[in-house]
């Protein structure tokens, strides 16, 4: 089983910045993907932004250039630098990982959410 924790959400004004991160744990022996979701009231879960192990990163239109992912794969971890936060970017954040828990079984995790608020 592989456990993802968030953390770093909160609520903060338009322009404002918020650091997310997500904290992979279990039985973990590499992680190749790892990403962040959002989910906003009455919408359906989309992505963010993903960095692969390699290094490579792809982000939403809608993020590009405000929000930026990077990841220390020593500490199993993901992090997103959200800047220039505007109202339509309140959502649940969520993480996402793809993990190898041995060489030949793979496990897609998820963790539970934090809330980022941005007011006007």
């Known amino acids: 089983q592989v456990q993802l924790v968030e953390s770093g959400g909160g609520l903060v004004q338009a322009g404002g910045s918020l650091r997310l991160s997500c904290a992979a744990s279990g039985r973990i022996f590499r992680i190749k993907t790892m990403g962040w979701y959002r989910q906003a009231p009455g919408k359906q879960r989309e992505l963010v932004a993903t960095i692969v192990s390699g290094g490579s990163i792809n982000y939403a239109d809608s993020v590009k250039g405000r929000f930026t992912i990077s990841r220390d794969n020593a500490k199993n971890t993901v992090y997103l630098l959200t800047n220039s936060l505007r109202p339509e970017d309140t959502a649940v954040y969520y993480c996402?990982?793809?993990?190898?828990?041995?060489?030949?079984?793979?496990?897609?995790?998820w963790g539970p959410g934090t809330q980022v608020t941005v007011s006007s």
């Open positions: 996402n990982a793809d993990v190898l828990v041995t060489p030949f079984t793979r496990q897609t995790s």
